[in-house]
């Protein structure tokens, strides 16, 4: 095939997708969902202090693109702590997790929508005077860690961590920040960016995240179960506006976006 070829082919391809995303509702398609996620998750997620009992962030931007080409309206609500959101998703009364990581536990009672919305990296954060050598999971055997309950780092580490790790679970972020902060803890495991934006704005300046992370994974959209709007027909049409999304590099504008409006938001 000419290059030329290719180039008309993949034009074609881009129209057939448009006309398919654009094209009217099934009768019987659900056209409004409702989504919730974690509230302590910036520049992702967090609670709007302009919109209160709504989310905002980058994810939420990105929700507002994928409504616009699908219209399907998507209302990203506030549930309350994350554990309480997975449970409200499990049981069907919220239809959708703007960000999820993959494990099998969850994949029990939820689809995960294809391609990822954003990759993220899992840190060791620790107090900077009393860092230590990590290179393995094995080398936080030694130490007494803290996490955000009901958080998940990857079905592989969450086995490791279970069998071999000594992790307190605490209610929120701000909670195990300051255990690591006033040495009650060794290290805190929490996303890389979500526990920047967050150390910033508690003013905990003496914690960092060790130079390597502990996973790097995916963050999905989600689909439950249980929810009556659950179809075949519409995950493909969610998913192939995904898709369309992340080649135009959709979330890394909104990134941008979101950092700048979580920086004036936490500074009131």
């Not at 290059?3 to 398919?20: E, N, P, W, Y």
């Not at 654009?22 to 398609?29: I, K, N, V, W």
């Given at each position: 095939m000419s290059?030329?070829?290719?180039?008309?082919?993949?034009?074609?391809?881009?129209?057939?997708?448009?006309?398919?995303l654009?094209?009217?509702?099934?009768?019987?398609?659900c056209r409004r969902l409702g989504a919730s996620g974690n509230a302590e998750y910036p520049p992702y997620l967090w609670r709007d202090s302009n919109n209160p009992g709504h989310l905002t962030g980058a994810v939420s931007y990105l929700l507002e693109d994928l409504a616009g080409l699908t219209g399907v309206e998507i209302r990203l609500l506030d549930s309350g702590p994350w554990g309480r959101t997975q449970e409200e998703v499990a049981a069907g009364q919220v239809d959708m997790i703007a960000g999820a990581f993959l494990t099998r536990a969850r994949s029990e009672w939820m689809d995960y929508l294809h391609p990822a919305l954003v990759h993220t990296r899992t840190a060791i954060w620790t107090h900077k005077d009393n860092g230590f050598e990590f290179n393995q999971w094995h080398d936080l055997i030694p130490h007494a860690g803290v996490t955000v309950i009901y958080n998940s780092?990857?079905?592989?580490?969450?086995?490791?961590?279970?069998?071999?790790?000594?992790?307190?679970?605490?209610?929120?972020?701000?909670?195990?920040?300051?255990?690591?902060s006033q040495r009650r803890a060794d290290y805190l495991i929490y996303e890389d960016n979500p526990g920047k934006a967050y150390a910033e704005m508690l003013g905990v300046d003496n914690l960092s995240p060790l130079p390597r992370g502990v996973t790097?994974?995916?963050?999905?959209?989600?689909?439950?179960?249980?929810?009556?709007?659950n179809s075949a027909a519409l995950k493909a049409r969610l998913s192939a506006a995904l898709e369309q999304l992340a080649q135009a590099g959709k979330m890394a504008q909104h990134l941008e976006r979101a950092a700048a409006e979580w920086q004036r938001q936490s500074a009131r």
């Open positions: 290059r030329k070829q290719r180039v008309i082919g993949t034009l074609i391809a881009g129209l057939m997708l448009a006309a398919g654009a094209s009217p509702l099934h009768a019987g398609e780092f990857g079905q592989e580490f969450d086995l490791f961590a279970r069998e071999h790790l000594n992790i307190e679970q605490v209610g929120s972020l701000e909670q195990g920040m300051m255990m690591v790097h994974q995916p963050l999905y959209l989600t689909f439950s179960k249980a929810s009556a709007c």
